[in-house]
């Protein structure tokens, strides 16, 4: 078997249940007899076992396996989970989470799995100290519901929790034994057509011999099928006698232990789910059993009706969509400027067409937030404990959804960001109760959507930032003089902590004190069309706050000129126009500025900044100002001419002319001609 093909999948796959596997630990730990959030760790871990098996990683498969069984002894009540067992199983992930990034870059490093296998081994056996009590503790009683179960059943714990979940839907569950005829040629295929007769009446569950070893002929001529159903015994025995060359079909009730206060809880869980097969004979089946199937498409669910798609796939659509709107946009000029009637009427029809098509488009590429906030409470554990603090990480929005490029790329700002919380704001506790605080620190972090932007927000209750130790820190790097300090609002000085190369910790450690963070997080969320800011109270706390665009490809924008040449403003960051004389502009600290409701708002004059020769200007009685917000403070950009707001499809200027300054991007018109797209935050700098 070629197994390139499914290396993809069976990277993605693994790192979801990684993730899984990092957020139910988190939640056991806190909850150590939750056996949900068990059974949900030995599922991902089970599944990691098969893949890995499969694709021929006996690494993986051999750690995940030693960590079956210890997840086996604490669902099974033998032991139950502590601080000990619930490190060492953190750190298992850890490992898990290195092989299969060494799968990914085809690195040949070893990574050492012996100590850990060693310690599973150890937990298993009972043999670690703080282990050792419960599980003798336990032992007599694991024993006395052993022996008051009765006769043990074939099918597992998770199998017979499917069973339990169906009877609870009003389904049954059947033993198939097939006999086939002595002599039988091609007893796989036979096998395979009883398969899917009895898929057609069910969900198949278990088969005794694997689906795998059926294919092979594995097996004599009888085998076992588990299925759950609403069919009757009769008519199971006759669709399976309905194939050629079977000599006896035998159709009982599966029966099974009586139900422990854990399978009641897990069934309980799972009867609100639809019944799906048995991961290892690879049986997968997502729809629904027959008797269910009108009360689960009341409850509209989808489960298994998703499929994974290449991002470099989404892009490629994305641009041809792109290119769609362009043309349309062009088709539009041709028919005002020709008055063609029927062209008209048509290209209105296409606008919607091409406008439902790009947000289709468009909702394909979102993804929540939570897909990158889900990997931040182990990364807050792992540190407040490296830090001796106490932090309680609250995430909110987490269905809040971006463009998967900005997804993608918003990650490691945002780790700077927590860190930053945790390492400079929160308080030791002792500190925090000195100053009549909880003892345990709170960072928040939210996501919300606000208008065509998402914010998101990194929050914490510590000791906020003093501006003047900013200020003086600055000046003591040389980074501004004392004199351009003194000027500074806190406000402004407090903004300082995002020039490159500032710190404010004493010493450099593994957590801060480089002064990269900060400088990167500003740089990386402008690179992604965003803005970040900071707001900050002594004692109180405080919140930086990141706007990002919704997406990066077609946005709606504002067509100036200036000059002989256009540009595109994008409309997200305009919030108003107007009209001005050459009066109204006053010189305020050597900076040009008009009075607009009360505020004074700083002028850029757009030829000047882009150092385009314009004479129209200088003789226009009547100018036109573009008011745009920049954070939380506001500018006027003059122009000569306002276009319209057009849907504009942003096209990268290429590394040639990447990082020029006020210029974002380009984009095509419906003529053909290129427009500059501006940046609104570099102009104002």
Request: proline share 3%; charged share 25%; aromatic share 2%.
């Amino acid at each position: 078997m070629d197994i390139n093909q499914y290396m993809g999948m069976f990277l993605e796959e693994s790192r979801e249940h990684l993730q899984a596997l990092n957020s139910c630990l988190l939640d056991l730990e806190n909850d150590p007899g939750n056996l949900t959030v068990l059974d949900e760790i030995f599922r991902s871990a089970h599944t990691i076992k098969g893949m890995s098996a499969t694709m021929g990683f006996t690494t993986i498969a051999e750690l995940t396996h030693e960590m079956e069984n210890v997840l086996d002894l604490l669902r099974k009540g033998t032991l139950r989970a502590n601080d000990d067992i619930t490190d060492i199983l953190f750190k298992c992930v850890d490992t898990l989470e290195q092989l299969v990034e060494s799968v990914a870059s085809n690195s040949d490093t070893a990574i050492e799995i012996k100590p850990l296998i060693a310690k599973l081994t150890a937990i298993a056996k009972g043999e670690l100290p703080s282990v050792a009590e419960q599980h003798s503790a336990q032992t007599a009683t694991t024993q006395e519901t052993e022996a008051s179960s009765g006769e043990p059943s074939d099918l597992d714990d998770m199998e017979i929790n499917v069973v339990t979940a169906a009877r609870k839907q009003g389904l049954e569950c059947y033993e198939v034994q097939v006999s086939l005829r002595l002599g039988c040629l091609l007893k796989s295929a036979r096998a395979y057509m009883v398969m899917n007769a009895l898929e057609e009446l069910g969900e198949v569950i278990k088969s005794v011999p694997t689906v795998e070893e059926l294919e092979k002929e594995n097996f004599d001529n009888t085998f076992q099928v588990s299925i759950v159903t609403s069919a009757d015994a009769e008519n199971i025995e006759a669709a399976v006698l309905s194939i050629s060359e079977i000599e006896k079909v035998d159709v009982v009730p599966v029966i099974i232990p009586e139900i422990t206060e854990k399978s009641a809880a897990v069934a309980d869980i799972q009867a609100e789910k639809p019944i799906v097969s048995n991961l290892d004979n690879k049986v997968a089946i997502d729809k629904p059993a027959k008797q269910a199937a009108s009360e689960h498409n009341d409850k509209k669910h989808k489960s298994g009706q998703s499929v994974r798609v290449d991002i470099d796939k989404l892009d490629s659509l994305l641009n041809l969509v792109g290119e769609l709107v362009i043309n349309k946009t062009r088709l539009e000029q041709i028919g005002l400027t020709h008055r063609l009637a029927d062209l008209i009427e048509t290209m209105e029809q296409m606008d919607r067409v091409t406008t439902d098509l790009q947000a289709v488009v468009m909702k394909v590429r979102m993804v929540p937030v939570g897909q990158v906030f889900n990997r931040f409470p182990r990364m807050v554990r792992d540190l407040s404990r490296e830090l001796n603090k106490e932090i309680n990480l609250i995430i909110q929005g987490e269905e809040t959804e971006l463009d998967r490029t900005v997804i993608d790329e918003i990650g490691d700002p945002l780790v700077h960001l927590l860190r930053n919380s945790i390492d400079h704001g929160i308080e030791h506790p002792a500190e925090r109760q000195a100053k009549g605080k909880n003892p345990v620190g709170e960072v928040r972090l939210i996501a919300r959507h606000e208008g065509n932007n998402v914010i998101i927000m990194v929050e914490d209750d510590g000791k906020g930032i003093n501006a003047d130790i900013i200020k003086q820190k600055a000046v003591d790097k040389g980074m501004i003089t004392q004199a351009e300090a003194d000027k500074l609002e806190p406000a402004e000085a407090v903004r300082l902590v995002f020039l490159a190369g500032f710190s404010t910790a004493d010493t450099v450690t593994d957590v801060s004190g480089r002064g990269v963070g900060m400088d990167a997080v500003k740089t990386k969320i402008e690179e992604l069309g965003g803005m970040v800011d900071v707001e900050t109270k002594i004692d109180e706390g405080s919140r930086f706050k990141i706007r990002l665009p919704l997406t990066l490809a077609i946005i709606q924008a504002l067509l100036v000129k200036v000059s002989e040449e256009i540009y595109a403003i994008p409309l997200g960051s305009i919030d108003s126009t107007i009209n001005i004389t050459s009066q109204d502009i006053k010189t305020i600290q050597n900076q040009e500025a008009i009075l607009l409701r009360g505020q004074i708002i700083p002028i850029v004059r757009l030829a000047k900044v882009l150092n385009v020769s314009n004479t129209c200007q200088q003789n226009q009685e009547e100018l036109f100002v573009v008011i745009v917000h920049i954070g939380e403070n506001r500018a006027g950009i003059i122009v000569d001419t306002l276009i319209g707001q057009q849907e504009i499809v942003i096209k990268s200027m290429g590394k040639l002319l990447a990082g020029i300054k006020a210029i974002a991007g380009a984009t095509i018109l419906g003529n053909g001609q290129v427009a500059l797209i501006l940046d609104v935050g570099a102009l104002k700098q």
